[in-house]
């Protein structure tokens, strides 16, 4: 890839894909992102089974960036990220966690796994608004590695 692509890839929009199994959660989610003005394509998955099955179907336009829940029925955010690791098309891809697990288990096999960063949630103050504000001006100025081959 020449610097002239990166360019051009670094200019297109980022899909936000979320990895979420609870409905209220999701639209909170939606809700914070349009409270924020923060227009980028959104792609849910229900688990991480759905989510991998999703990636390797195509469904999931590149670039992107995956914000994932830890506590999911079939395949856990945990497992999912253990798998996307050894993926060769998204062993790079850019995930945050997002999810109610305070769990210091959770927090240190999430880091071990390549995360880009651990929230809770918590719709109730200003904490989730700043991490939509986080992910917005984060695509804004990243350069995300190309897609594996």
């Known amino acids: 890839m020449n610097v002239k692509d990166t360019k051009a890839l670094a200019k297109s929009p980022i899909n936000l894909f979320v990895v979420e199994d609870d409905d209220i959660d999701f639209a909170n989610i939606i809700r914070c992102l349009k409270r924020r003005n923060i227009n980028n394509k959104v792609i849910r998955a229900s688990d991480g089974q759905q989510a991998l099955d999703m990636l390797d179907a195509g469904d999931v336009e590149w670039p992107f960036i995956i914000l994932l829940d830890i506590q999911m029925p079939r395949l856990t955010g945990i497992e999912m990220l253990a798998k996307l690791r050894n ?63």
């Not at 959770?106 to 700043?130: P, T």
């Open 87 to 149: 993926h060769a098309h998204y062993a790079n891809a850019v995930v945050f966690v997002f999810t109610t697990s305070e769990d210091e288990k959770d927090i240190e096999a999430s880091y071990q796994s390549g995360i880009a960063g651990y929230f809770l949630k918590d719709y109730s103050g200003d904490d989730f608004f700043r991490l939509a504000d986080l992910l917005k001006h984060y695509w804004q100025i990243v350069h995300l590695p190309e897609r594996g081959s």
